[in-house]
């Protein structure tokens, strides 16, 4: 039986670092209610010059140099974003073009804040399928493009980043399960409601966010999708050695950790210096986990994944 098993980590973050005080200089907001209230104390905000598929390909450099492949040997590139460089062509296409990895079939996933989970359980699923023998699977985001910077209640909350990992066909897992859930009945709690029309923006090109209610929705999904996934793997809670949640709100954070029964110093925080970069967050904690030397091989590592859509899900890895 084929399964397929993360070989190489990589991630990028923009050099410009803003930390809090840069917005309570001008908006009627607080280093100390950001700090309370998200646990988010600096994030990396991309260079105008950057697109998403830049901060893409030196992610993506990362995690093949580390896995000890080159990008002619990748047979699938499946990318995460819900901030692509344009409408078309896809910034996975964009990235194959500057990796130099022609020919390998390379598309976007747009599941917002969960779609590096998602982007992942479907390469796994090539794999085991075995059409694909190794992938690259990317969440690259510059949120701070689509972020009305007066809006005190959603501009302090994101920033921009890159991660990816190399996932190559193995004879022992690897991904050991994986849970994918949606309910477009809550599209509206969380939303960038606009598009392009005739030349025009129709809508809003800026974030929409229902905080509160998104935050609830977010603890229960976690929860739940957690023990889907360790049911579906045929483990328990207590095989769960790291807990990498998409990165939101370290209040989050911390609930889905404490209902699942999992001691702090098991769950993965980069919220703090990251912010939330949507579906970069989950890569960017793991690469940064793994170049720390936290997580090592063999471990077993929960990732999650929670956004607008509603989409949720998890997916369950050996390192
Ligand atoms: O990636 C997708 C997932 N996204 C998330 O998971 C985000 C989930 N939600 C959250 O993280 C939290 O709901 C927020 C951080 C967005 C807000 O925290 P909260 O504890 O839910 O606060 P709230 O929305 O209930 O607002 C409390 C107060 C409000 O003032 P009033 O109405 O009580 O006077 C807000 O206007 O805090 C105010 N507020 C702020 N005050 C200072 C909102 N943003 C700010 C701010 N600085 N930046």
Not at 31 to 45: F, L
Not at 46 to 56: E, F, I, R, V
Not at 64 to 70: E, H, I, T
Not at 171 to 197: C, E
Request: proline share 3%; with cysteine; charged share 20%.
């Amino acid at each position: 039986m084929t399964f397929s098993r993360i070989v190489g980590t990589g991630s990028y973050l923009p050099a410009r670092v803003v930390r809090n005080d840069e917005f309570s200089a001008r908006l009627d907001t607080s280093d100390a209610w950001i700090r309370e209230r998200t646990g988010i104390a600096e994030r990396r905000i991309a260079d105008a010059s950057q697109a998403s598929s830049d901060l893409a390909l030196e992610a993506s450099r990362h995690a093949l140099d580390a896995a000890g492949v080159a990008a002619s040997e990748i047979d699938l590139i499946v990318l995460a974003t819900s901030t692509p460089d344009y409408i078309f062509p896809s910034t996975a296409c964009l990235l194959q073009a500057k990796l130099g990895a022609a020919q390998c079939p390379a598309f976007d996933v747009q599941a917002v804040c969960s779609g590096f989970v998602y982007a992942l359980a479907t390469a796994d699923n090539f794999i085991r399928g075995g059409s694909v023998k190794r992938a690259l699977v990317v969440g690259a985001e510059v949120f701070s493009r689509i972020l009305d910077w007066n809006d005190r209640g959603t501009c302090v909350l994101f920033g921009d980043g890159a991660g990816a990992v190399v996932l190559a066909a193995s004879d022992a897992p690897g991904i050991h399960a994986s849970v994918l859930r949606a309910d477009g009945r809550h599209s509206g709690i969380l939303s960038v409601p606009g598009n392009v029309s005739g030349g025009r923006i129709v809508g809003s090109p800026f974030l929409q966010m229902a905080g509160n209610q998104v935050f609830k929705f977010a603890v229960r999904v976690l929860d739940e999708v957690a023990r889907e996934t360790v049911a579906a793997a045929g483990m328990q809670l207590s095989d769960i050695d790291w807990l990498i949640p998409h990165q939101a709100n370290v209040r989050i954070l911390e609930a889905t950790a404490r209902k699942l029964g999992l001691p702090l110093e098991r769950l993965v925080v980069t919220v703090d210096h990251h912010g939330n970069t949507s579906a970069a967050s989950v890569p960017l904690a793991l690469d940064e986990w793994v170049r720390a030397g936290k997580i090592r091989a063999g471990d077993r590592v929960m990732l999650q994944g929670v956004g607008g859509g509603f989409t949720w899900g998890a997916v369950l890895a050996t390192i």
